[in-house]
T-cell receptor, first 113, second 113 residues
Framework: AAGVIQSPRHLIKEKRETATLKCYPI?????VYWYQQGPGQDPQFLIS???????DKGSIPDRFSAQQFSDYHSELNMSSLELGDSALYFC????????????FGPGTRLTVT | DQQVKQNSPSLSVQEGRISILNCDYT??????FLWYKKYPAEGPTFLIS?????DKNEDGRFTVFLNKSAKHLSLHIVPSQPGDSAVYFC????????????FGPGTSLSVIP
């Protein structure tokens, strides 16, 4: 079965640079979520989109922005990167009516040096 | 303030025996509960869910029990297999369409052959 695809899988950036993470949801899933997982921490909700509109917002820094496109894929844009942004970034997808059953991608490991 | 708690950071079980992972929550508005399994360097994988109208849900070797009055749920894996060794996250949501699924800190399960 098709799963959530994230690219790139690994990304190394320097401080103050920008990064773009991409997420392709499971076919027929219309809702996309972004999570950040720091070392030894549980995944923290960042932001979600439904039908290209922002659906909910969590602890996402103002330096980050995201959007969902007409094909339902989503991109997370991160600017002025800081060392503390180094983490695993997960994208998840679901259908709107079962938002609690989110299917996660493999994650993008971002390292900021 | 952790709304979903998993008080055992780790658990070791012999192959073939039962694994019991526990989870407590504080928010009485939670109505949907999930368990996710996570291998290193991979995204969480949805395992099983339960809504508050039930007290038990079973899927193969995995059974989730919910005690709403005690705000407690548990995941039983029987028989445990070495491939079950992973981090297990308990998660909760107040509504099926609510985006912010709240994760617990996880319990690392080791199944010893």
């Amino acid at each position: 079965a098709a799963g959530v695809i994230q690219s790139p899988r690994h990304l190394i950036k320097e401080k103050r640079e920008t990064a773009t993470l991409k997420c392709y949801p499971i076919p027929r899933h219309d809702t996309v979520y972004w999570y950040q997982q720091g070392p030894g921490q549980d995944p923290q909700f960042l932001i979600s989109f439904y039908e290209k509109m922002q659906s909910d917002k969590g602890s996402i820094p103002d330096r980050f922005s995201a959007q969902q496109f007409s094909d339902y894929h989503s991109e997370l844009n991160m600017s002025s990167l800081e060392l503390g942004d180094s983490a695993l970034y997960f994208c998840a997808s679901s259908t709107r009516d079962r938002a609690y059953e989110q299917y996660f991608g493999p994650g993008t490991r971002l390292t900021v040096t | 303030d952790q709304q979903v708690k998993q008080n055992s950071p780790s658990l070791s079980v012999q192959e073939g025996r039962i694994s019991i992972l526990n989870c407590d929550y504080t928010n009485s508005m939670f109505d949907y509960f999930l368990w996710y399994k996570k291998y290193p360097a991979e995204g969480p994988t949805f395992l099983i869910s339960i809504s508050s109208i039930k007290d038990k849900n079973e899927d193969g070797r995995f059974t989730v029990f919910l005690n709403k009055s005690a705000k407690h749920l548990s995941l039983h894996i029987v028989p445990s297999q070495p491939g079950d060794s992973a981090v297990y996250f308990c998660a909760a949501s107040p509504d099926p369409s609510y985006d912010k699924v709240i994760f617990g800190p996880g319990t690392s399960l080791s199944v010893i052959p």
